[in-house]
C-alpha cells in the first residue's frame, strides 16, 4: 500500500539550530515529491518539486533532497518566522497522497 | 506564483443549510481542481477531484450527493455542501493544478462551522 511517513511530528528547535525534517514514502510510480508549508488557519504553500533521486532544490534556509525511499528538508540557522507545519506530498498518477506533517517551532 | 482565491474564508450557519465554497485559479488555467478535508492536526483528506468539463472523481466514503462539485470553467470549481449538519463542520481546502506534472496551488481554506 502507498504511504506517505513524516517524521518527527513536532519538532522545536532554538533560532538559529538547523535541522532536517524527514518524509520517506513507499509509492509506486512516482511522479514528484512536493514540499509545502502550511500556517495555521491558512491554506498550504508550495516550496519545493523533486522528481528524481539525487535531486536538490534550495530556497533562502530551506534546502530539499530526494532519494529513492525519502526526502529531506534541511533547514539552516532557522527563524522564529519558519514555524510552521511543513507537509510533503507524492504525485502518483495525477493524485497527491499527503504526509501528516512535521509542525516545527523554532524559539527566539 | 500561482494564485488561488478561495471564498468564503469563514461561514457559520444553522444545520440544514447548504453553503457553496468558491475556488478560483487568478492567474492560470486549472485544468484540475482538487477539494480536501482537514481536521485540527492532521493532513489533508482529499475529498474528490474534478476536471474542466467533467463530472468530479469522489474518493471511497464521500458522498457525491452531500459535497456537490461543479467545475464550469478553467478558473473557477465551488463546492456545495448540502443540508450541513454539524459533523460537516470543518477545514475545506482547494487547490488547482495546470496541465501535466504541475504542482497543486492552495487557497487559503474555508472555516466552515455548523450550529
Known amino acids: 500500500e502507498d504511504q506517505v511517513t513524516q517524521s518527527p511530528e513536532a519538532l522545536r528547535l532554538q533560532e538559529g539550530e538547523s535541522s532536517s525534517l524527514n518524509c520517506s514514502y513507499t509509492?509506486?510510480?512516482?511522479?514528484?515529491l512536493f514540499w509545502y508549508r502550511q500556517d495555521p488557519g491558512k491554506g498550504p504553500e508550495f516550496l519545493f518539486t523533486?522528481?528524481?533521486a539525487g535531486e536538490e532544490k534550495e530556497k533562502e534556509r530551506l534546502k530539499a533532497t530526494l532519494t529513492k525511499k525519502e526526502s529531506f528538508l534541511h533547514i539552516t540557522a532557522p527563524k522564529p518566522e519558519d514555524s510552521a507545519t511543513y507537509l510533503c506530498?507524492?504525485?502518483?498518477?495525477?493524485?497527491?497522497?499527503f504526509g501528516a506533517g512535521t509542525r516545527l517551532t523554532v524559539k527566539p | 506564483g500561482a494564485v488561488v482565491s478561495q471564498h468564503p474564508s469563514r461561514v457559520i450557519c444553522k444545520s440544514g443549510t447548504s453553503v457553496k465554497i468558491e475556488c478560483r485559479s487568478l492567474?492560470?488555467?486549472?485544468?484540475?481542481m482538487f477539494w480536501y478535508r482537514q481536521f485540527p492536526k492532521q493532513s489533508l483528506m482529499l475529498m474528490a477531484t474534478?476536471?474542466?468539463?467533467?463530472?468530479?472523481?469522489?474518493e471511497q466514503g464521500v458522498e457525491k450527493d452531500k459535497f456537490l462539485i461543479n467545475h464550469a470553467s478553467l478558473t473557477l470549481s465551488t463546492l456545495t455542501v448540502t443540508s450541513a449538519h454539524p459533523e460537516d463542520s470543518s477545514f475545506y481546502i482547494c487547490?488547482?493544478?495546470?496541465?501535466?506534472?504541475?504542482?497543486?496551488?492552495f487557497g487559503d481554506g474555508t472555516r466552515l462551522s455548523i450550529l
Open positions: 487547490s488547482a493544478s495546470g496541465r501535466g506534472n504541475q504542482p497543486q496551488h
Open positions: 523533486l522528481y528524481s
Open positions: 506530498a507524492v504525485n502518483r498518477n495525477n493524485d497527491m497522497r
Open positions: 492567474d492560470f488555467q486549472a485544468t484540475t
Open positions: 509509492v509506486s510510480g512516482l511522479r514528484g
Open positions: 474534478s476536471n474542466e468539463g467533467s463530472k468530479a472523481t469522489y
